[in-house]
């Protein structure tokens, strides 16, 4: 760049048109004077003074701050050294303009001006022009202010306001009803959400004193209310407000108090949602579960069981029925634990047999340490007055959550406790109908027996001494007849021989008479006996060929046999091979004889009650099969009784196989008659149901 004498003879010619007025006094004489210069360091903005060629002829210090230049390298310099280089062509074309008309005007309307500084780095200024004409020359003075601090402050508040309006939007987007009111409740805010909820427009509620708008009722009181907004900051809870159109509407309601600096309150913030249509639900389940529970109690009163509410590894008692005075012949008072109150009135619990039971066996605290549902357990009552009451116990344990505990004893549960239902239920009735059909039984079947005899007798002795030629021929029909009857008082015999030994039974007067065996030749004499009865079925046997002793009553065991291969025959009627397997086990203490055939089988759904006294399954009356459901029954308590274990596994169409585990008589043990199976053996006998169950 070339220094420049800014009288030089390059000047151009004066501008034209109107004259220029000075903007400065007369002490301008020369622009380049240290006075003028000194007057200028004087003024407020950056200054530099420009001649018509475009040279900077002076520049005072905020000039020289403002551009990083001392005031020696600025002088003599083109004012393009202080221009961003794209901006210099556009800048010389606007001054050559502007000496033509020269005036005081701002730069650059509606631009942005930038200038450039000594490090290269750029500022954005704002410049205003003065024309200023000393002796013939005209000069421009520019003054030059530094905008970065104020355009920082214009982009903050753009991106402020944009911010803002985002919120804005945002709290008309919000479901919630959202005011702001001013210290005197004068409703400043009030987004869309309130115009939905209440009814007013903006422009109506705008200004107007929230709670008189809205009617607000405070269900804490008004001044409670301020009170905690004053002194916590804070506030939630409900109220009801009135809209536009006169609904009531219930809010829940979110306050908070706007402080500024000093602590001075500025405004609150109420952010309202319409809970009416919820506590409307609340108030109709209520009302609806008050009816089912009274209907509930009403049941729960009116069951003829006894039934009890019990809490706690101590089952203590939370409700019961008046029928639980009735089973205990006294009141449980509630909160006293199942065990004490036991104590308390001298009752003994005991089972069927009179076995008192221990507190680990009793259903009530069973179900509460097990948690799982007992049913049907059957229990005896003796009472303070030694009264006895045969009752079935049944309890469920219940998975209650502990809201749903109402009511003030249900209250009296913690938390996590276990709970149970336990229903006892007085079977003194049928017990007393089971005895008299036992007492039936056992004298039906002894009556009968002396009249079958002498038809058995008679039958047998009128073929056998006309065969033998006693008195005149029988016809054939007559012999026929008589075979027939033969053949009738048997079954006849037969079944009041099970009738008996069920009374027996029942009375515990079916005794053993055991002695030392081998079972191998028995089950082989079973089969021998039954294969002439049947010309269908192929029946065999599998065993060992050494003997394998047991303890047993063998005409009792042959019983058992019996019945179990002459099902296999009956329940298979297309016929078919029959199998008797004798297989000692592995330990050598029990011996396992299974029957299999591949009959009918037992409906799965039927395969827990087979073996119930009198139960006969459903295909097996469906395919007109006879029988009376007794045989089972019988084997099984006999197998029991020789401390055995008998059960069946069975598909229905498919066949059936039962087994029969029983104690080997081993030599160390020969002297004893008492040989028991360890209770392992009847955790595989998914057939038949447990005894007294
Ligand atoms: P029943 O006199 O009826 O044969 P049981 O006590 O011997 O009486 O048997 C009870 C019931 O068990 C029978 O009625 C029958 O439904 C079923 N059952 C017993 N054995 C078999 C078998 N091998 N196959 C199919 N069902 C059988």
Redesign the pocket.
């Known amino acids: 760049m070339t220094a420049h004498d800014p009288q030089g003879e390059g000047a151009p010619e004066q501008g034209q048109g109107e004259p220029v007025p000075s903007a400065f006094p007369p002490i301008v004489a020369d622009v380049t004077s240290a006075l003028f210069r000194q007057f200028l360091d004087l003024l407020p903005d950056a200054l530099i003074v420009v001649d018509e060629q475009g040279y900077l002829v002076q520049a005072n210090a905020q000039a020289t701050t403002v551009f990083g230049y001392s005031r020696e390298e600025l002088l003599g310099q083109s004012l393009d050294l202080l221009l961003p280089e794209r901006f210099r062509e556009i800048h010389r074309r606007h001054a050559a303009h502007y000496f033509k008309a020269p005036r005081l005007r701002p730069m650059g309307i509606g631009l942005r001006l930038f200038a450039r500084r000594k490090d290269n780095s750029e500022i954005p200024v704002e410049i205003s022009l003065s024309p200023l004409r000393v002796g013939e020359q005209l000069y421009v003075i520019a003054a030059v202010r530094d905008m970065t601090a104020q355009r920082r402050a214009e982009r903050e508040k753009a991106l402020l306001l944009q911010n803002l309006s985002v919120q804005g939007e945002l709290l008309n987007q919000a479901y919630d009803a959202i005011i702001v009111r001013d210290p005197l409740d004068r409703i400043l805010l009030w987004n869309r959400g309130a115009e939905r909820l209440y009814g007013w427009p903006a422009q109506e509620a705008l200004g107007r004193i929230s709670t008189r708008l809205l009617k607000t009722g405070f269900p804490e009181g008004e001044v409670a209310v301020r009170t905690v907004l004053e002194q916590n900051g804070q506030w939630e809870g409900e109220l009801t407000q009135v809209c536009r159109d006169g609904r009531l509407v219930v809010v829940e309601s979110r306050q908070a108090l706007v402080r500024d600096q000093q602590g001075q309150v500025l405004a609150t913030l109420e952010i309202n949602r319409d809970i009416s249509e919820r506590r409307q639900r609340e108030r109709e389940t209520q009302a609806m579960l008050a009816g089912h529970l009274s209907l509930l109690e009403q049941l729960f009163e009116a069951l003829p069981f006894a039934v009890a509410l019990v809490a706690g590894e101590q089952a203590r008692l939370l409700l019961a029925n008046q029928a639980v005075r009735r089973v205990w012949g006294t009141d449980w008072p509630p909160g006293l634990p199942f065990l004490e109150f036991l104590q308390r009135h001298g009752i003994v619990i005991s089972d069927q047999r009179g076995k008192a039971l221990t507190p680990e066996e009793l259903v009530t605290l069973r179900v509460l340490r097990e948690q799982q549902a007992i049913s049907l357990y059957q229990e005896q009552v003796r009472r303070a007055d030694g009264t006895l009451l045969p009752v079935l116990v049944s309890a469920l344990p219940l998975h209650v959550p502990p809201e749903a505990l109402q009511g003030e004893r249900l209250r009296q549960c913690e938390p996590g406790e276990p709970l149970a239902l336990v229903i006892h239920q007085d079977v003194t009735p049928l017990k007393e109908a089971d005895e008299l059909k036992d007492e039936f039984i056992s004298i039906a079947a002894h009556e009968l027996r002396t009249p079958l005899a002498a038809l058995t007798g008679y039958a047998e002795m009128l073929l056998r001494q006309t065969e033998r030629g006693h008195g005149p021929p029988l016809a054939t029909w007559q012999r026929e007849a008589l075979e027939e009857i033969q053949q009738g008082t048997a079954r006849l015999v037969s079944l009041t021989e099970e009738l008996l030994d069920l009374s027996r039974l029942q009375a515990g007067r079916l005794q053993l008479q055991r002695l030392p065996a081998d079972l191998v030749p028995l089950v082989r004499q079973v089969v021998r006996r039954l294969q002439p009865t049947t010309a269908r079925h192929q029946l065999t046997v599998q065993a060992p060929a050494e003997p394998l002793v047991a303890l047993i009553d063998p005409h009792r065991l042959e019983q058992v046999l019996t019945?179990?291969v002459?099902?296999?025959i009956?329940?298979?009627p297309q016929g078919g091979p029959v199998e008797v397997r004798v297989v000692p086990e592995r330990d050598g203490r029990a011996i396992l004889i299974s029957?299999q055939?591949h009959?009918?089988?037992?409906p799965r759904h039927?395969q827990g009650q087979?073996?119930g006294r009198f139960?006969?399954?459903e295909?097996?009356?469906a395919w007109g099969?006879?029988?009376?459901?007794?045989?089972?029954?019988?084997?099984r308590a006999l197998v029991e009784q020789h401390g055995g274990r008998l059960w069946?596994e069975?598909e229905e169409g498919q066949?059936?196989t039962?087994f029969v585990r029983l104690p080997l008589l081993r030599e160390e043990s020969e002297e004893g008659c008492e040989q028991r199976l360890d209770s392992e053996a009847s955790a595989a006998t998914p057939g038949l149901p447990e005894a007294g169950a």
Not at 599 to 602: A, N, R, V
Not at 627 to 633: H, N, P, Q, R, V
């Open positions: 019945n179990l002459e099902n296999a009956k329940y298979s029957v055939d009959g009918i089988g037992i039927q087979i073996g139960m006969r399954a295909n097996a009356r099969i006879e029988g009376t459901g007794l045989g089972l029954y019988l084997a069946f069975s066949g059936s039962f």
